[in-house]
């Protein structure tokens, strides 16, 4: 899953004003910020492994931190703490812990066995990267079927709107056809944090001409 982390921060948005969507939209992914810098650290590891499912050559073999149940409720409530400081309103802070919660279980469906409950085996995952055929359009429909959600409920400018579900699909094209790397560099992190934050610009953007 890429940018269908993105769907839950899109559907929040387009029912309340508070959080942003731009916060929303980095709580979405905020379990994979923190992946890609502990993997920059050397604390979480990966490896590009071709063939270990039909969609995705990640290899994501210890995640102990980020991509277990417990510590993305971690994340989760230590995000939704520094909303609830920020803004006081307890409504926004439960919904953004929400969504960052919201990454876990969306992995869940799409990763092979990799994700744990608490950073040790059993490794959980119904791996729908092994059918593209299913993936593919439950990531995309999800996806845009959020953003049209929030466009018509919010009304931002359409030029915003299809800026916005451009730089999805580019993103998400690269993520399925674009070539794979041979190994894990310093790169790899760098390219992820690209991809967030153009997608968190666009969708900040976009909210900018959204109505209140």
């Known amino acids: 899953m890429f940018i269908g982390h993105w769907a839950p921060a899109l559907a929040v948005a387009a029912r309340r004003p508070m959080p942003t969507i731009g916060v929303l939209f980095v709580a979405a992914q905020l379990v994979d910020w923190a992946f890609f810098g502990l993997l920059l650290a050397g604390v979480e590891h990966m490896r590009f492994s071709p063939g270990i499912s039909a969609m995705n050559p990640l290899d994501l073999y210890h995640m102990p931190y980020t ?87 919010r009304q931002p400018a359409a030029a915003r709107v299809w800026t916005l579900a451009a730089v ?31 997608a968190t610009l666009a969708a900040w953007w976009m909210g900018k001409s959204a109505r209140a």
Do not use: C
């Open 67 to 153: 991509h277990s149940l417990l510590g993305s409720a971690i994340f989760a409530a230590g995000f939704a703490g520094l909303v609830l400081a920020a803004t006081r309103d307890r409504g926004a802070a439960l919904t953004t812990g929400a969504v960052v919660l919201s990454h876990w279980l969306l992995d869940l469906l799409v990763h092979v066995p990799d994700l744990t409950l608490a950073g040790s085996p059993p490794k959980l995952g119904f791996a729908l990267w092994n059918y593209p055929y299913l993936e593919m359009p439950i990531e995309l429909g999800i996806t845009f079927g959020a953003l049209w959600l929030y466009a018509r409920n």
């Open 168 to 198: 999805l699909l580019a993103l998400q094209a690269v993520n399925w056809f674009g070539p794979v790397e041979p190994e894990v560099t310093a790169g790899t992190s760098l390219l992820a944090f690209v991809a967030f934050g153009l």
